[in-house]
């Protein structure tokens, strides 16, 4: 139930920001990682650990105009999930803009 909340809470970010999610699932011999990739603004590096805290939101002006502004628990809440799993969080820049969130997880032996 908590994956799904965090898969919910990417997918929910990734339409927020911009107008298309893909999601992927792939693994390795040591791990399985669940991938979100949007074509919204992306997260500038220096706030890639910041939008990981409970209430820090960059700026809300980045919200399509569609959209109302959040908390800023989206991410914090997943990040508790990931951990919580035993997992980590990655981000990583799309080109040409956009983000991919990885939730990567160990297998269990």
Do not use: W, Y
Not at 83 to 96: A, M
């Amino acid at each position: 139930m908590a994956l799904s909340r965090a898969i919910a809470n990417l997918c929910e970010n990734g339409l927020k920001f911009g107008d298309e999610v893909v999601m992927s699932l792939g693994r390795t011999a040591q791990s399985v990682c669940i991938e979100v990739r949007d074509l919204g603004p992306g997260i500038p590096e220096e706030f890639r650990q910041r939008v990981l805290e409970p209430f820090f939101q960059i700026d809300t002006a980045r919200t399509k105009k569609t959209e109302q502004a959040g908390f800023g628990l989206g991410l914090s809440i997943v990040d508790e999930i990931v951990r919580d799993h035993g997992g980590r969080i990655e981000f990583d820049s799309n080109v040409p803009h956009g983000l991919t969130v990885r939730m990567i997880f160990p297998l269990l032996a």
